[in-house]
């Protein structure tokens, strides 16, 4: 089990979905010690100029602090809008995203990719 990238099952899930609706992923970060954090934040700065392009944008990016409920810890929270689950799709699977991903890579111990509906 990969704790960075989607499964094809998830992903196929997720790409069924008919929803044109935007579409906001929550982000856990937990990031390698010794550096982590720098590597998966050259990661997230040449990714957003990509979000930006296609129409998304990041909502918010913030460490994490006190843990209050629950038993696992994070680093940090971000939560990324994109204009559809179409539009996801294209800017993750595009090739110039896709030769970022040793920077992601490089930087998360794991993390929890959840996406999210509008009420």
Same mark, same amino acid.
């Given at each position: 089990? /990969?704790?960075l990238?989607? /499964?094809g099952?998830? #992903?196929?899930?997720f790409?069924?979905?008919?929803s044109?609706?935007?579409v906001?992923?929550?982000?856990?970060?937990?990031?390698k010690?010794?550096? %982590? /954090?720098? =590597?998966?934040a050259?990661?997230? /700065? =040449?990714?957003?100029?990509?979000?930006?392009?296609? %129409?998304?944008? &990041?909502?918010?990016?913030g460490?994490?602090?006190?843990?209050l409920?629950?038993?696992?810890?994070w !680093?940090?929270?971000? #939560?990324?809008?994109?204009?559809?689950r179409?539009?996801?799709?294209?800017?993750?699977?595009s090739?110039e995203?896709?030769? #970022?991903?040793? &920077?992601?890579?490089?930087? #998360?111990?794991k993390?929890?990719l959840?996406?999210? !509906?509008?009420r």
């Amino acid at each position: 089990m /990969s704790y960075l990238k989607v /499964s094809g099952e998830r #992903l196929a899930t997720f790409a069924a979905n008919p929803s044109g609706a935007p579409v906001v992923m929550l982000n856990l970060l937990k990031f390698k010690r010794g550096g %982590g /954090s720098k =590597e998966y934040a050259k990661y997230a /700065s =040449e990714f957003e100029k990509h979000l930006n392009a296609a %129409g998304g944008r &990041f909502l918010y990016l913030g460490r994490a602090a006190e843990l209050l409920v629950g038993d696992e810890e994070w !680093d940090a929270v971000a #939560l990324v809008e994109y204009p559809s689950r179409k539009v996801f799709l294209e800017v993750t699977g595009s090739p110039e995203v896709q030769a #970022l991903g040793t &920077f992601r890579e490089a930087g #998360l111990e794991k993390t929890v990719l959840y996406a999210t !509906d509008p009420r």
